[in-house]
């Protein structure tokens, strides 16, 4: 497949993981965030607040209408967790982000969704503190963070880290939303940018196959790494093209 935009270190393509996945190899790191599953038919039911009946439309109004049967969405997704380890270098390592989510008033945990990823070994699990996050429902306490898992591609001892960079850090990451993104659902940079310092060096490549508001992929440029980026909707490779562009 062709990039959609190529130049200043940093590839993007325009399609889904299952296509361009399987064309990559590589990479030392992968950052990423994948859709949550969470759309309306996920949360109905469970005395969603309006304000965040309205959020959850505007981001499916954006292509984040995650509604697949549970069954569905965890086969997919570790399908596609199974690609990226194709295209993993042997001593490369995945830093996966996602949330504890409820359906039908039953909790699902991400560390049960991570440990269905074949090949992938969970180095650690790291606590995002997200101040400021809305309250969904008016059934449970506010739900103000998300996980990051470490995941390595050859085991708990083959992957690569800097010890020095990782030491900056505790596994609760304190980190407030991303503010001012035109994208309905971006994270900070300071996810990728701690990732990307903890376990990679300079020039190595960094992936985001949920490339969304190219976050990922311009801190990496920024850090001296190369970067490689996956996303499905053309109008946002237009807007992360422009800013590669210019990183």
Known sequence: MKPYY???????????????????????????????????????GQGLRSSVEGYVRKA????????????????WLGKVAAAIHGATAPDGSMFFNHKVRYADRTMLHPLDLVRTFAGWTVVQEI???????????????????????WLAANGRRGYKVSGKRVGRWTTVWEVNRAQGRWHPASFPGEIPYRAILAATERKDLV???FAGAGTTLTVALALHRRAVGIEQREDYCEKIATALATA
């Open 207 to 209: 992936l985001d196959p």
């Open 60 to 75: 499916a109004g954006g292509g984040y209408d995650d509604s697949m049967p549970e069954a569905e969405y965890v086969e």
């Open 127 to 149: 606590v995002w503190s997200r101040p400021g996050a809305p309250f969904p429902t008016q059934v449970r306490f506010g739900q103000s963070d998300e996980r990051i898992y």
């Open 6 to 44: 190529e130049g200043n270190g940093a590839t993007l393509y325009h399609g889904s993981c299952e296509e361009v996945l399987p064309q990559l190899s590589g990479v030392a790191l992968t950052v990423t965030s994948p859709p949550y599953n969470i759309g309306i038919t996920q949360l109905g």
